[in-house]
């Protein structure tokens, strides 16, 4: 087991244009956590998602982000319209729900994004 | 509202030292507990999770329901211990019939080992 993908590691952008960040989950695991980690900060919750569902957005800008997680396919962190404060890391967990107790978050190494 | 709060953003100790980092929760339900760890350049892992009662790397997690805090302890500190922490409750929930999970994780602290 690869463990949690996500690509590209490093991802520039111009202002105005748009971000697509992916990952693939573990093999076996139907969900997946976004999460963002702005420069000195902690890690901020964005998005949960269940195959073809969104479970929970809070976390997500109200504009410009969406998320998916198809049939099909890793997920997708679209950013549209990037801006300067959007450069951050973000990273992918999955998790396969069975128990509370056994429930594990395994995280990809992120995608580093900068806005120029 | 649900809130887990880590009060240090950076704590520092030399080797050897006994190291506290304090996490406090505020959860209407009851919430598993978990800690998890960022080493330099490497992805996030689990650290250790309440539930299991485990002791990972020498530290140990108490939760103290009275106080709501999850406070993650070592005895004696090593230099490889230096990395970001984050406290992190689970708590399940129910949508449409379905059951599904969620962490949280609070705002991490750098802990920093110095020889």
């Known amino acids: 087991n690869a463990g949690v993908m996500q690509n590209p590691r490093h991802l520039v952008r111009r202002r105005g244009q748009e971000a697509r960040l992916r990952c693939s989950p573990m093999?076996?695991?139907?969900?997946v956590y976004w999460y963002r980690q702005l420069p000195e900060e902690g890690l901020k919750f964005m998005v949960y998602l269940q195959k073809e569902n969104i479970i929970d957005e809070s976390g997500m800008p109200k504009e410009r982000f969406s998320a998916e997680f198809p049939k099909e396919g890793p997920s997708i962190l679209r950013i549209q319209q990037v801006v300067r404060g959007d450069s951050a890391a973000y990273f992918c967990?999955?998790?396969?729900?069975?128990?509370?107790?056994?429930?594990?978050?395994?995280f990809g190494p992120g995608t580093r994004l900068t806005v120029l | 509202a649900q809130r887990v709060t880590q009060p240090e953003k950076l704590l520092s100790v030399f080797k050897g030292a006994p190291v506290e980092l304090k996490c406090n929760y505020s959860?209407?339900?009851?919430?598993?507990l978990f800690w998890y760890v960022q080493y330099s350049r490497q992805r996030l892992q689990l650290l250790l999770r309440h539930i299991s009662r485990e002791s990972i790397k020498g530290f140990t997690a108490d939760l103290n329901k009275g106080e709501t805090s999850f406070h993650l302890k070592k005895p004696f500190a090593q230099e490889e211990d230096s990395a970001m922490y984050y406290c992190?409750?689970?708590?399940?929930?129910?949508?449409?019939?379905?059951?599904?999970?969620?962490?949280?994780f609070g705002q991490g602290t750098i802990l920093t080992v110095h020889p």
């Open positions: 967990a999955s998790s396969t729900w069975d128990r509370p107790s056994t429930d594990t978050q395994y």
């Open positions: 992190a409750p689970f708590l399940g929930f129910n949508a449409g019939g379905t059951s599904y999970g969620k962490l949280t």
């Open positions: 093999k076996g695991h139907s969900h």
């Open positions: 959860y209407s339900g009851s919430p598993e």
